[in-house]
């Protein structure tokens, strides 16, 4: 049996004495160049060789349940709006938001359900499937070619519920092969059943899209700027720097283990909301077969796991319930960062409460997380430190941004990834 | 003389009926503009009686409650909402944090 309070190194899942860049050594150990988050031309290079080209989640399939549902992702980085709609036939498409006339953007509502599209300006009508189904006063135009006057479509698929578009016309890669051995490692996490009801909250910072990101793939930060939202619940007496179990690179991809605090004190609302339920955060390992890629150490003081989806998802999986951060970019300094906090449905008052305690937690952590985003771009916009000096658990912020010098470096050479 | 909102049951915290809000952004609101001595106030007449709330309330599918359950159940709901200010920052703000003014906040199912 694992001794919970033995020294960190008795917990580590690293090789014995060993560090995390150990095992990925063709990375370095060298300082990051800063320069990429605060250069216009940069911000260009990603737009046209990473976001144009790679598979971007924009929501779930719980969003859009019966036929004629949709919702609408503005994707600034890609200068465009996306409707993903659940056609007649079931089936999630996803076009741009754009009438074929005169380019009035067609969806102006976030979400909503309907039998067809409608544009305001002249009342041309488009099916589900995208497809011209009436133009007023058609006859007063000019050998009109209905089928090529549809909705712009844009690739659409589904990984595990998580719906995903690709700006490329045609993509280099399916959405399976993108997600590579992370998403065949999850396959199997009950995101449906978890996926039951959410909270989201939506942030409009003032600060580069990968200065928000790497916020959330360290957890070095934790004792520290977490101090007063959750003092205990990812350090202990043996752990005091928040030191991960697990840290593994899947291809562009990354994912890290938590440590969690078994001797955790809960407050009283908390310990309220333990007796009633459980919420985002549990210290408890049970043998509950979860997928391999969930706590893939088989950790006993596992809490939750961060995979990183590159190039701007988070998707953290605990034992009850998931949350995702997104990080949309939309100019070299400014960011929509969403985080959204998974459950599935309370039955009871006290389930209720219980999540709800969950996801004020959550919110005042991420609040406690924002505070910095912007206040740090405003001073590297100085130019005063053109590097920074990463500590072996920074290693995904490291992993990051070599993925993002790789992809742009290998399509500007024309070579596809 | 007042409107009762919530169960006979609970008619000590119909003082508190304020604090009985159905969403998020209305709690986080009222959290952000009250005085802290009345959050603290408020926490402690509720956290006194959110388990038997909670056993009243959890009689019922809580998809189902009647208007007066309904109302108790948006007072515990703002425990929850001020716990942290509470318990965690000793303020009504989170200390040193984004200011939720500008957070766009959604509920889904």
Known sequence: MMDLNAPTSALDARPAGGLWHDLYPELGTGPLDTAGLTSPEQFEREREHIFRKVWLTVGRVEQIPNPGDYFVQDIAVCKTSIIVVRGKDHRIRAFHNICSHRGNKLVWNARGSGQMFTCKLHCWSYGLDGQLRHVPDRDSFFNLDDASLALTPVAVDEWEGFVFVNLAPQPATSLAEYLGKLGTSLAGYPFDVLSASSASWTFEVKANWKVVKDAFQEVYHVPFLHKRSIPDSFTSKSNPFAHLLHMELLDQHARISLFGNAEFQPTPVAATAFRHGSFAVRNEYSDSRLPAGVNPSRHPAWAFDLNVVFPCLILAVSEGSYFTHQFWPVAVDRTVWKSTQYFPKACTAGQRFSQEYGHMIFRDVILEDGNVLEETQSVLASGAKKTFVLHDEELLVRHSHHVIARMTRESEAGVST | ?109
């Open chain 2, 1 to 109: 003389m007042s409107i009762s909102v919530l169960p006979a049951a609970f008619a000590d915290l119909e003082i508190w009926a304020a604090w009985s809000l159905p969403t998020e952004a209305q709690r986080s609101a009222r959290r952000q503009t009250v005085l802290f001595a009345e959050i603290e106030a408020f926490y402690h007449a509720m956290l006194a009686r959110i388990d038997a709330a909670l056993a009243h309330l959890d009689q019922t599918p809580v998809d189902a409650l009647p208007e007066a359950e309904q109302r108790l159940m948006d007072l515990c709901l703002s425990l929850a909402e001020v716990a942290p200010a509470v318990e965690q920052f000793r303020q009504p703000q989170v200390v040193d944090g984004f200011a939720i003014t500008r957070v766009t906040m959604d509920r889904l199912g």
